[in-house]
C-alpha cells in the first residue's frame, strides 16, 4: 500500500532482524501501541464501537518520519433490520462490509480503494457470518421474519494493523448491540361459515377451529410489536464466541505484532490468526496467510500457539474493557430512564 | 536427455554459471520450467523453452514505428530475439535521438531518420520508463529495415541515410541498417 | 362410439400429468452423512489436461467429480499500469459460468469472484518467479464450469493455474499442489463436497509446493481447535504429495506426445 524505497525497506529488515531488535517507534516485538475503545457512540445504531491502535490524528510530541504519526482508526456499528425469512433457513444472519474513507487512503486510486474494501469485507464476512457464530435470538416470528444484523464498518484512519482494529472494533460493536425485544401478535380468522351452497360443489367444510392463515402447521403469529421496556433490549447470544484477530508479521525467524505502515510495507509474509475462548477454551476461528513468502509446517505450528498466547492477551484486555463500558452505559442509561420519569 | 518439473532437483555436478530455466537456492539447484536438461555435465545446466519473452536489455528486436515526435520515435515491438509475439501483445519501445546513431548525434533530426510504419531493427538498452523500454539503433547493423515510399512502393536502401523508391526514383532519408550479407 | 370425455359425475383427474420436480440440494442436509465409495482420508479422482485451450499461451483443465474449471495462461505482457515495477504482476482472474451452480449465477462480477481470485493468487503467487518479468504481467484467466463447493474450487484452481503456468512455460520455483479438509468434531474429511462443507463447523485449504516442501497458503474458517487445524493441514500437505504426481504425470505426458 505505501510505497517504500529499497533503502527504507532493508533499514527497517535488518533493524527487526538486529539482536536485540528495534522498531520504528521503540516498542518491543510483541508490544502494541496503545488501544482506546469506546463503545455506543453512534447513537442511531443497535451497537456500535469506536477503537483506535495508536494515537490519533498528528497531535503528538513526536512528528514521525514521513508526516505519517497517526494510528489506525475504525468506527463499527450495528444496524437491525427487519428481514423475511426464506424458505429453509433458519433466519437471522450477519451481514458485514468495510468501507474504507478515501481519507485514509490518499494515495490509492479509486479502483484500487475499491478493491482493499472487497478484499477487507470478504474476511470479516467469512469469519463473521459464519454459521457456527450465527446468534439464535434474532428469530422475531419463526419462519416469517427474523433480525437481520447489518454490521458496517469504516476505516477512518490506516496507521497499520487495521484487521486487528478491524476485528476489535467488529466485535466490540456486536457485543454492545441490543435486540430490541418484540412479542408475536397473532390474527384469528372468525369460524368459518361460508363455502355451503354457493356452487354446486358439496365439500365438507373444514370445522377445525383455527384461523385462515392456517396452513401447513405454521405458527399463527403473523406480525409482531415491540414491547416497552427501560432497556434496549437484549444482547446478542453466543457474544462471547465472536473472536479477536492477531496479525503476525513473519520475516525471516522473527516474528512481530501491531506493525505500522512502513513495517507493514516491509515484511514478505503476514498472517491473520483469529482466536476465540468461549469459556476459556481456545477455538481458532479464521487463519489466512498473506503475502509473497512461503511457509513451512513447523513454523505455522509454532506462530498458531503463540499466537494463541498474544490472542488471550488481547482477549481478556478488551473482555474487561467491554464490562467496564456497559457498566458505564448501564449506569447512565438507568439514571436517564428515571431522570425522565421523576 | 532427462525431464525435468518446475522445483525438481537438478542432477549435477559442480556449475560455475547457470543458464535459463534453472535457479539456485539454498545451494540446491533445481528447475523452474517443464523440460528437458542435456545430461553433459560439462555443459551450463539450462532448460530451453521457445516462448515468446518480453525484451530484456540487450535483446534484438523488430518493431514497426508508431508515433515520431522531435525527440523520440515511438515503435511498437512485436518480434523479441527472432520469437513473434502473439499478435496484439506488442511491447512499446522508444527510440530517444541520442540512440539513433552513433555519430553527430546532436544534429540528428527524427523526421530524416524515420517515418511511421516503417520497420526498424533495434537493440534493447535498457528497461526505460513505466511505458516503454529504450532501444538504439546505432550500430551499422541497426536501423530501418523496411520502409514504403510515399508512392506505396517498397524502398531499396542506396546508403546508410538514403533509401530510394523505385516506382518514382525519389530518394528519402532513413537511418538504414546494413543488410546482414552484404 | 364417441364418448364425452368429462364426466361430471365423476372426479376427473387432469387430462396430462408431468412427475413432479425435485431439485436436488434445495433443501438443506443438516447432517454429516457417511462418505460413500471413499474413505475420509480420500480425495476424489483428478482427471488433469494441459493445453487445451490451443489459443493461450499455456492452459489446463480439471476435472474432480463435481468440480470442473479450466484456467487460460497468457502473457507475459505489457503492464498496462502508469507506475514502473520491477517485478512482473500475477493476475488471476476467476468466472463463474451461469449454470455451474444449482442457481443460475448472474453473469456478472461478484463478491465470490474475487474473493476466489485472491485466495488462488495467495496460493500460486509465491511459485511464480516473477523477478523475471519486470515491467509485464501475466494473466491467469479461470472459468468454472461446474461448481461443487468452494474450497474445492480454490485447491482445484490452484492446480489448475500452476499446471498451466508449466505448460507455458513461466519459470516458476516448484509446482503448487492445493487441497482442502472439512472438519466436523474430531473427524476430518479430505476434499469435502459442497454438502460436506455446508454441514462442516469448519474448512481448511492448504496449498503448497511439495517439491521445496514449502506452504504457500493456508486458508482456515469456521469453529476449529488449533490442533485439529494443524492436523489437518499435515493430512493436507501428505495429500498434495499425490496430487503432484498426478501434475507431474500429465505434464511429462504432455511432453512426450509431441
Known amino acids: 500500500m505505501t510505497s517504500l524505497s529499497k533503502a527504507e525497506k532493508s533499514y527497517i529488515q535488518s533493524s527487526l532482524l538486529s539482536d536485540p531488535p528495534l522498531r520504528l517507534d521503540g516498542r518491543s516485538l510483541e508490544d502494541y501501541r496503545p488501544i482506546a475503545l469506546e463503545t455506543g457512540v453512534v447513537p442511531l445504531a443497535n451497537g456500535s464501537a469506536k477503537v483506535c491502535i495508536g494515537r490519533p490524528g498528528r497531535g503528538g510530541y513526536v512528528q514521525e518520519a514521513g ?221 489466512r496467510l498473506i503475502g509473497p513468502e512461503v511457509s513451512t509446517i513447523d513454523q505455522l505450528r509454532g506462530l498458531i500457539k503463540r499466537a494463541e498466547s498474544y490472542a488471550r492477551n488481547t482477549w481478556t484486555g478488551l473482555e474487561a474493557k467491554l464490562k467496564d463500558e456497559e457498566a458505564r452505559r448501564g449506569v447512565k442509561a438507568r439514571e436517564k430512564f428515571y431522570g425522565r420519569l421523576g | ?119 526498424v531493427k533495434g537493440l534493447v538498452i535498457s528497461l526505460g520508463d513505466a511505458r516503454s523500454y529504450y532501444i538504439t539503433t546505432a550500430r551499422n547493423d541497426l536501423g530501418v529495415i523496411f520502409a514504403t515510399s510515399e508512392a506505396g512502393a517498397t524502398m531499396e536502401p542506396v546508403s546508410w541515410q538514403e533509401m530510394r523508391c523505385p516506382i518514382t526514383g525519389r530518394i528519402e532519408k532513413r537511418k538504414c541498417a546494413k543488410p546482414e550479407n552484404l | 362410439m364417441a364418448q364425452n370425455p368429462f364426466d361430471r359425475r365423476r372426479i376427473n383427474g387432469p387430462e396430462e400429468s408431468f412427475l413432479p420436480v425435485f431439485e436436488p440440494g434445495q433443501e438443506r442436509p443438516t447432517t454429516w452423512n457417511a462418505r460413500c465409495g471413499r474413505q475420509s482420508t480420500d480425495i476424489r479422482q483428478i482427471f488433469l489436461q494441459p493445453g487445451l485451450i490451443s489459443q493461450a499461451n499455456g492452459s489446463a483443465y480439471i476435472e474432480t467429480e463435481k468440480t470442473k474449471l479450466a484456467c487460460a495462461v497468457y502473457g507475459p505482457r505489457q503492464s498496462k499500469s502508469t507506475t514502473y515495477s520491477e517485478k512482473g504482476k500475477l493476475n488471476i482472474e476467476v468466472k463463474f459460468a451461469p449454470f455451474s451452480c444449482t442457481r443460475r449465477r448472474y453473469p456478472l462480477h461478484d463478491a465470490e469472484d474475487r474473493s476466489l481470485a485472491v485466495a488462488i493468487h495467495q496460493s500460486i503467487a509465491s511459485s511464480v518467479r516473477l523477478e523475471l518479468f519486470p515491467k509485464s504481467t501475466i494473466d491467469v484467466f479461470i472459468t468454472i464450469i461446474e461448481n461443487d463447493g468452494i474450497e474445492g474450487c480454490v485447491a482445484s484452481g490452484a492446480i489448475a493455474a500452476s499446471t498451466a503456468l508449466a505448460d507455458a512455460g513461466i519459470e516458476m520455483f516448484g509446482l503448487v499442489t492445493s487441497c482442502s479438509a472439512a472438519v466436523r468434531g474430531d473427524d476430518i474429511r479430505l476434499d469435502p463436497t459442497e454438502e460436506e462443507t455446508n454441514t462442516s463447523d469448519g474448512v481448511v485449504v492448504v496449498a503448497c509446493m511439495p517439491a521445496l516442501s514449502s506452504i504457500t497458503n493456508v486458508w482456515q474458517s469456521g469453529r476449529i481447535t488449533a490442533e485439529v487445524t494443524l492436523r489437518c493441514m499435515e493430512m493436507c500437505q501428505d495429500r498434495c504429495i499425490d496430487i503432484h504426481s498426478v501434475i507431474a504425470h500429465s505434464l511429462s505426458s504432455m511432453n512426450k506426445a509431441p
Open chain 2, 1 to 119: 536427455m532427462t525431464f525435468l518439473l518446475p522445483g525438481q532437483p537438478v542432477p549435477v555436478r559442480t556449475p560455475t554459471t547457470i543458464g535459463p530455466g534453472v535457479y539456485l537456492k539454498h545451494g540446491q539447484l533445481r528447475a523452474s520450467l517443464a523440460g528437458t536438461l542435456a545430461d553433459d555435465p560439462n555443459q551450463t545446466p539450462a532448460i530451453h523453452r521457445q516462448r515468446p519473452h518480453p525484451p530484456a536489455p540487450n535483446s534484438l528486436i523488430l518493431g514497426t514505428v508508431t508515433r515520431l515526435s522531435p525527440l523520440h520515435a515511438v515503435v511498437a515491438i512485436s518480434v523479441v530475439d527472432g520469437i513473434p509475439l502473439p499478435a496484439g501483445e506488442e511491447f512499446m519501445g522508444m527510440i530517444r535521438t541520442q540512440d539513433i546513431r552513433a555519430t553527430e548525434r546532436d544534429k540528428v533530426k527524427t523526421t530524416d531518420c524515420f517515418r511511421g510504419g516503417d520497420v
Open chain 1, 67 to 287: 508526516g505519517v504519526g497517526g494510528g489506525t482508526e475504525v468506527v463499527a456499528g450495528v444496524k437491525l433490520e427487519v428481514a423475511g425469512v426464506g424458505d429453509g433457513e433458519g433466519g437471522g444472519k450477519v451481514a458485514c462490509t468495510v468501507s474504507c474513507s478515501p481519507a485514509a487512503y490518499p494515495s490509492l486510486s479509486s479502483n484500487a480503494l475499491d478493491d482493499l474494501q472487497s478484499d477487507l469485507t470478504i474476511l470479516l464476512e467469512s469469519v463473521l457470518s459464519h454459521p457456527s457464530l450465527r446468534p439464535n435470538n434474532l428469530v422475531i416470528v419463526p419462519g416469517k421474519k427474523a433480525w437481520a444484523v447489518k454490521l458496517d464498518a469504516v476505516v477512518f484512519a490506516d496507521g497499520g494493523n487495521v484487521v486487528d482494529c478491524l476485528m476489535l472494533a467488529c466485535r466490540a460493536a456486536l457485543w454492545d448491540t441490543k435486540v430490541p425485544l418484540t412479542k408475536w401478535v397473532e390474527y384469528r380468522a372468525p369460524r368459518r361459515h361460508a363455502a355451503q351452497g354457493d356452487v354446486g360443489m358439496d365439500v365438507d367444510v373444514d370445522e377445525e377451529a383455527g384461523g385462515g392463515f392456517e396452513t401447513k402447521g405454521e405458527s399463527r403469529a403473523t406480525d409482531f410489536e415491540l414491547t416497552d421496556y427501560w432497556d434496549e433490549g437484549e444482547v446478542l447470544s453466543g457474544r462471547e464466541s465472536w473472536p479477536v484477530c492477531v496479525t503476525l508479521n513473519v520475516l525471516s525467524n522473527i516474528h512481530f505484532l501491531d506493525a505500522k505502515l512502513q513495517e507493514e510495507a516491509s515484511v514478505p509474509l503476514r498472517m491473520y490468526v483469529m482466536y476465540a475462548f468461549p469459556r476459556g477454551k481456545p477455538i481458532l476461528q479464521t487463519f
